[in-house]
């Protein structure tokens, strides 16, 4: 017994179709009963593209940067720095810095903004950066004494975040005056 068959045992059914049939498969259930056209040359261009991005993040995501000390005339990595392992090893517990940087690289180039929250301790320290998805964030420029800032509203419990607690790589954001 396979292992997905041992955790979904009632659910797991197979079929073998060919290609006409998983086109007119997804082309009746595309878009919740709109009609979509789904052809094989688009099938195989959203495969492409899936699969340009997979490349793109694996091979960014072992870029990891580096903390650059200057110290008698050169340059050294600066691996005794106090943020060198939260940077290169492990940003937040869930997940380590390749997979950030992974996963930060592909919600840029699938939803135009990536985020990632630097997260900090009673006196200020950084002790952690977590990822948010780009659905999760609303972004606005709001004016605070004549000085224009962006501001991060995280839907779920609706924390007001300041830009210089914010990772924000973006390509295209709408920047609202008001939360609504």
């Known amino acids: 017994m396979s292992t997905l068959n041992r ?15 998983l086109l007119t498969l997804l082309n009746t259930q595309a878009g919740g009963g709109k009609n979509v056209m789904v052809t094989p040359k688009k099938a195989i261009a959203l495969g492409v593209v899936f699969e340009c991005i997979d490349i793109i993040t694996r091979t ?4 990891s940067p580096k903390i650059i000390e200057l110290r008698n005339g050169g340059k050294y990595i600066a691996s005794n720095h106090p943020y060198y392992n939260l940077l290169t ?10 997979k950030m940087y992974q996963r930060m690289i592909a919600n840029y180039l699938l939803f ?14 950084v002790i952690g950066i977590k990822l948010y998805e ?5 972004v606005s420029v709001i004016e605070i004494d004549g000085i224009e800032n962006h501001w991060y509203k995280i839907s779920k419990t609706g924390e007001l975040i300041n830009q210089m ?16």
Not at 7 to 21: E, G, L, Y
């Open 7 to 21: 955790f979904f045992p009632a659910k797991v059914q197979q079929r073998t179709i060919d290609s006409t049939q």
């Open 60 to 63: 960014l995501s072992l870029v």
């Open 89 to 98: 090893l492990e940003p937040y517990p869930l997940y380590d810095a390749s």
């Open 112 to 125: 135009g903004n990536a985020y990632a929250r630097i997260l900090r301790d009673n006196i200020g320290r």
């Open 134 to 138: 780009d659905s999760e964030v609303d």
């Open 165 to 180: 607690d914010m990772i924000h790589l973006y390509d295209f954001t709408l920047d609202y005056r008001d939360w609504e």
